[in-house]
């Protein structure tokens, strides 16, 4: 008797995934602060005085704890297709981060200058542009067509 298996995606490498988990670590805590801890998100320049300012808090809490699980999801698969639409998800959060934050500087980037913002945002970007890149190569290697399809797994 045979069962048909399908191997996960060809493996991920580490350090995108480390980078992933880390990527995850800054939406929860910013999850945690615009959901529960108002006072650290005011300390950071943003007011959250009105109903209208309450309500963009709590819809950026949700919306970001949805990437972040949705994010913790694909790290747990390790399927590089679902990485690189999660990468491609990153950019562009990051890449308009990259404008806006130096646009409109606040206390939450640690006390940079809005030009070393910008810079900051421009390496966050490139590694990230850089671990898509490499999800992509991965991705179009022949081998992983064979390593993603059904195969037969013979049983005892």
Known sequence: MTTTNTLPSKRIP????VLQVLLIGIMMTQVYEFYLDHEAVRA?????ETVADRRLAYEFAARTLTMAL?????VASQRVEL???MFLMNLLREGQ???IDPLFPTANAAGLSPTADFVMHLVIVGVQAFAL??????WRDPAHEQASGAIEVPQA
Request: glycine share 4%; hydrophobic share 60%; no cysteine.
């Open 14 to 17: 580490l350090w995108i995934s």
């Open 44 to 48: 950071s320049g943003i007011t959250i």
């Open 70 to 74: 949705v994010s913790a999801a694909i």
């Open 83 to 85: 990485f690189m639409a």
């Open 97 to 99: 981060e990259t404008i």
């Open 133 to 138: 890149f490499r999800l992509y190569t991965l």
